[in-house]
Antibody
Framework: EVQLVQSGGGVVQPGGSLRLSCAAS????????MTWFRQAPGKGLESVAKINQDGSGKYYVSSVKGRFTVSRDNAKNSLTLQMSSLRDEDTGVYYC??????????WGQGTTVTVS | QSALTQPPSASGSPGQSVTISCTGT?????????VSWYQQHPGKAPKLMIY???KRPSGVPDRFSGSRSGNTASLIVSGLQAEDEGDYYCASYAGGDFVVFGGGTKVTVL
């Protein structure tokens, strides 16, 4: 079964750090860009960070640049988002997803991050 | 404020059709064939329903279709069913590193 299973998340104080993980199975993980999205409570979807197939290209939205780091381990079929200097506005549900030609085919189940 | 504009809500009775619009500019929706639509049920992850403006992934019912006219893309749900109720988001490539999203449309089946 093609799936992304997320872990991590939780409650953290402002200024704190958190690590999100995303484990892939059922498809060739190394073939895909991977993107992190988030959704603030009651709000829409927002791109956060993206990494290319071999990890040599990393992209961040301006609001998280310098605070978040995206990485991947293709040998372990895993994706990570390391978040630091967290702010109230980082609160939300975070999703990992495969990205192929600007479409997101497979999504993780989501994990909640609360900065308070 | 979202980059793409969607109506906040839409509704229809079972069996009817509902159309959701997604208005952008020539720099996003109107400029690239990379418009996609996502369905999200409460507490669940988004699900890809339409990509490349009008293509349907395998497993998505053919009641869902997509189109575009100028800078406005549309998602049409025909033969509305109870399970179609949820939030729908459009997304488009806009020339940068990330897709841009619409603000979402809540579809209610009356």
């Amino acid at each position: 079964e093609v799936q992304l299973v997320q872990s991590g998340g939780g409650v953290v104080q402002p200024g704190g750090s958190l690590r999100l993980s995303c484990a892939a199975s059922g498809f060739t993980f190394s073939n895909y860009y991977m993107t992190w999205f988030r959704q603030a409570p009651g709000k829409g979807l927002e791109s956060v960070a993206k990494i290319n197939q071999d990890g040599s290209g990393k992209y961040y939205v301006s609001s998280v640049k310098g605070r978040f780091t995206v990485s991947r381990d293709n040998a372990k079929n895993s994706l990570t988002l390391q978040m630091s200097s967290l702010r109230d506005e980082d609160t939300g549900v975070y999703y990992c997803a495969t990205e192929d030609f600007w479409r997101m085919d497979v999504w993780g189940q989501g994990t909640t991050v609360t900065v308070s | 404020q979202s980059a793409l504009t969607q109506p906040p809500s839409a509704s229809g009775s079972p069996g009817q059709s509902v159309t959701i619009s997604c208005t952008g500019t020539s720099s996003d929706v109107g400029g690239y064939n990379y418009v996609s639509w996502y369905q999200q049920h409460p507490g669940k992850a988004p699900k890809l329903m339409i990509y490349a403006v009008s293509k349907r992934p395998s497993g998505v019912p053919d009641r869902f279709s997509g189109s575009r006219s100028g800078n406005t893309a549309s998602l049409i749900v025909s033969g509305l069913q109870a399970e179609d109720e949820g939030d729908y988001y459009c997304a488009s490539y806009a020339g940068g590193d990330f897709v841009v999203f619409g603000g979402g449309t809540k579809v209610t089946v009356l």
